[in-house]
């Protein structure tokens, strides 16, 4: 047993998934200490001293999130609830951005359906290239794009990560949830710690929520960039009047002329703007 996937990481303790099972363990002075720290989601080598593992070593990442601290997926769930909290265009933008950065397959959640939909901005979603799920109903198409795939659910705290995978794991997990809050006497069942779950067929990982401020800390990108992070922009970028353009006010702007056109919603240029200004 010397390899195994973290599954979890709390104030320097880790659990490891192995194949002799799971166990808790710390990791060796420089991981501990140095810039590179263990994340849920790599994998590690485990050292055995005094009858305790420790991780010793962390393997190649084929991605990396600062943000909540992840390695190696393979996609991405933004969750976004139509209601409590209402979906903020702008943070979700940056999000999607953030991904592309990354290199993390991106689709995108609506919860809280069941009160309320936003047709218009599934639809803007879909439109610019990214899968478009919406919950809780149907959760088939949801599950094919996850089968295979280590995921992790991304959004503003409240947004019903939690709830999505105690629906999605039918239950198994709910009373662990439940369990662990009722044990840190804590009101609010908001969740802490970014954990992967190993349901069926695809691993899921629960993430804590973030206010609509703090995202505004998650990413950081050149000038240069920024135009290639909105995907929907691609056909258009090469074919601009300046090589420089910046697709803000330029009048031979093939950007801003499929934005004309309606090719390019009005939303995402707009979070596009802001965050050029940023
Ligand atoms: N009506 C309705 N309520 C939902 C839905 N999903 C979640 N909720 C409710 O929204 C609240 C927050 O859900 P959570 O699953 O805890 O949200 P979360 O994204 O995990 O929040 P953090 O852990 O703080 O990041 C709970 O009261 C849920 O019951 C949904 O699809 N419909
Ligand atoms: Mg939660
Ligand atoms: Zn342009």
């Given at each position: 047993m010397n390899n195994g996937l973290v599954i979890n990481s709390n104030s320097g303790l880790y659990r490891v998934r192995t194949d002799g099972g799971e166990v808790v363990c710390r990791a060796k002075g420089l991981l501990r200490l140095g810039t590179v720290f263990p994340v849920t989601g790599d994998t590690v080598t485990l050292a055995e001293e005094g009858g305790a593992f420790l991780i010793d070593g962390i393997g190649g990442r084929k991605n990396f999130l600062v943000r909540p601290p992840l390695?190696?997926?393979d996609a991405v769930v933004l969750v976004v609830s139509t209601v409590a909290p209402a979906p903020n265009t702008f943070v979700l933008d940056k999000l999607t951005a953030i991904m592309e950065n990354c290199g993390i397959e991106t689709a995108i959640l609506f919860t809280k359906c069941d009160l309320k939909r936003f047709e218009d901005m599934e639809a803007v979603y879909r439109k610019a290239g990214f899968a478009v799920f919406t919950s809780p109903s149907e959760q088939t198409d949801l599950k094919d794009f996850l089968r295979g795939k280590t995921a992790a659910l991304i959004g503003n705290?409240?947004?019903g990560k939690t709830t999505l995978l105690n629906n999605l794991s039918g239950g198994a997990i709910a009373e662990k949830t439940a369990e662990v809050s009722r044990k840190l006497g804590r009101g609010k069942h908001t969740t802490r710690e970014t954990t992967m779950y190993q349901l069926d067929g695809y691993s899921l990982v629960d993430t804590p929520g973030f206010s609509a401020v703090e995202s505004a800390r998650y990413g950081d990108f050149s000038r240069d960039r920024l135009p290639h992070?909105?995907?929907?922009f691609a056909p258009y970028i090469e074919r601009?009047?300046?090589?420089?353009?910046?697709?803000?006010?330029?009048?031979?702007?093939e950007i801003r002329a499929a934005l004309s056109r309606g090719e390019i919603a009005e939303t995402r240029y707009e979070s596009f703007c802001q965050m050029t200004a940023e």
């Open positions: 390695a190696n997926l705290t409240g947004a992070l909105f995907r929907e601009c009047g300046y090589a420089d353009c910046r697709h803000i006010k330029e009048n031979d702007c």
